[in-house]
């Protein structure tokens, strides 16, 4: 049997309304901003006045909503393994749902999932309801539901870990964090997200963190916010080097950065004309660079002393061909709206050409 990577996150319901509400409201806005121009030009610092015009533009619009809507799986956990699964990666999946959740383990489990370290508990499962229409998608989130699925009176057997090369936390977070322990004292590689939905700032981040652990990733503009500071990469990465021996910070549009403490790869920002929807580029990231790493390194010691001097040029190597396979899942998701099979992005990766 393959080794697995094991993803520790949420999994729980997202309910879906495709709509065109947000394109009338931003159609009805412009329309009374334009007509107050031309009108009241010498009242356009009236902050009054504009905002009982914004206000009216959402008034105009229909009391009940009309949209195409459905359930489907969402959650950090669940994207992740499956954009891991899909790219050909024998994954498990370890989370918490709550009840009227047990649909979702049949997908999963059609996908190639592990689903053995999924638990149910007596709670309502979380429902995130998403807004998405043909310019914008917005997440309304149930974060005193989600708090609830954790693995308070979950016992994590020994077994759970059987045959796992991988354990990645996606976010690293209080709930997770002892599960995660549990990973880096087996001696497994450790690998995590950080995201402000979890770290809001750096004081959070050290109370969480007690170790040096081999991989995490960063939105920039994340990075910023948790520091309170419009800085750059480098100075960023000198405060959160301590937190990781591997630092991948994305940026969308402006690029990547690689960091280990000899040498940082760089990729620059790619334009591409025909995006669909950024939801997902940087779990789709993560689980392209994933699925290189576990393919090219053999285990935990091994990837410790591809880290050592002597074989810098070895280990950039294996960490460039990451961050390029990460790039293209990350492309292809945002202009596909799909997260790609192996042999889709492969075909994907020929045609498009990371320069």
Not at 142 to 168: H, T
Not at 224 to 234: A, D, Q
Not at 329 to 353: G, N
Request: hydrophobic letters at 40%.
């Amino acid at each position: 049997m393959a080794e697995e990577l094991l993803v520790v996150g949420e999994l729980h319901q997202d309910l879906y309304y495709e709509s065109d509400f947000y394109e009338n409201l931003a159609e009805k806005i412009t329309d009374r901003i334009i007509n107050f121009i031309k009108y009241n030009p010498d009242d356009l610092l009236n902050r009054a006045l504009l905002e009982k015009m914004v206000k009216g533009g959402f008034g105009d619009t229909p009391k009940k909503i009309i949209g195409h809507c459905y359930f489907k799986r969402g959650g950090n956990g669940n994207n992740s393994s499956e954009f891991l699964a899909r790219l050909g990666v024998p994954t498990k999946l370890m989370s918490v749902i709550g009840r009227g959740s047990e649909w979702m383990i049949p997908e999963l489990k059609k996908l190639g999932i592990n689903t053995d370290s999924i638990f149910q508990i007596d709670e309502i499962t979380p429902v995130s309801t998403i807004i998405k229409s043909n310019f914008t998608t917005k997440i309304h989130l149930a974060p005193n539901l989600k708090n609830k699925m954790n693995f308070g009176g979950v016992e994590i057997k020994e077994e759970n870990f059987n045959d796992v090369k991988i354990i990645f936390s996606t976010p690293i977070a209080e709930k997770f964090i002892a599960i995660f322990e549990q990973g880096y004292t087996r001696g497994l590689i450790t690998a995590y997200n950080i995201e402000t939905q979890k770290i809001r700032d750096i004081e959070k981040l050290d109370r969480l963190i007690n170790h040096r652990y081999d991989l995490f990733f960063l939105n920039f503009k994340d990075a910023k916010f948790i520091l309170g500071e419009n800085i750059s990469v480098e100075e960023a990465d000198a405060v959160f080097k301590k937190y990781a021996k591997i630092r991948v910070y994305t940026a969308g549009k402006d690029g990547s950065h690689i960091i280990t403490d000899h040498f940082t790869i760089y990729f620059p920002g790619i334009e591409v004309s025909n995006v669909v929807d950024r939801t997902g580029a940087g779990d789709c990231y993560a689980a392209g660079f994933l699925t290189i790493l576990i393919e090219s390194v053999k285990n935990k010691a091994e990837l410790d002393d591809l880290m050592k001097e002597a074989r810098q040029e070895e280990f950039k190597s294996i960490l460039k061909s990451c961050g390029e396979f990460a790039t293209h899942s990350a492309i292809y998701k945002i202009t596909k709206q799909k997260p790609p099979e192996r042999k889709e992005l492969d075909a994907f990766m020929d045609s498009f050409e990371i320069k």
